[in-house]
């Protein structure tokens, strides 16, 4: 599974960006898209996921926010991020999993920044 995320850059506060990943290769049995971020020092955390069902989970941090969305024809998930806030700033990263009973095979993208910042 290749994962390759675009839309990062930088925003003023209040402002909105669009991050899409496009999904590529084996993505049978694929439970769930979503996005992470990470800023330095910190561990990864989860922003927004959306399952194979149509399920979706936010941090509640972003929850009002931020909004997840998928476009199955084109293996394709958007995270749209609006009223955004100079602690939204990090490297946003788009996942891909795939769930087996007592474990998961978890694929990343390489990232994209995005800074909030006036």
């Known amino acids: 599974v290749e994962l390759v995320e675009t839309g990062g850059g930088l925003v003023q506060p209040g402002g909105s960006l669009r991050l899409s990943c496009e999904a590529s290769?084996?993505?049978?049995?694929?439970?769930?898209m979503g996005w992470y971020r990470q800023t330095p020092g910190q561990e990864r955390e989860l922003v927004a996921v959306m399952y194979s069902g149509g399920a979706t989970n936010y941090a509640d941090s972003v929850k009002g926010r931020f909004t997840i969305s998928r476009d199955n024809a084109k293996n394709t998930v958007y995270l749209k991020m609006n009223s955004l806030k100079p602690e939204d700033t990090a490297v946003y990263y788009c996942?891909?999993?795939?769930?087996?009973?007592?474990?998961?095979?978890?694929?990343w993208g390489q990232g994209t920044q995005v800074t909030v910042s006036s």
């Open positions: 996942n891909a999993v795939r769930l087996w009973s007592r474990s998961r095979d978890d694929y």
């Open positions: 290769g084996s993505l049978f049995s694929i439970n769930g």
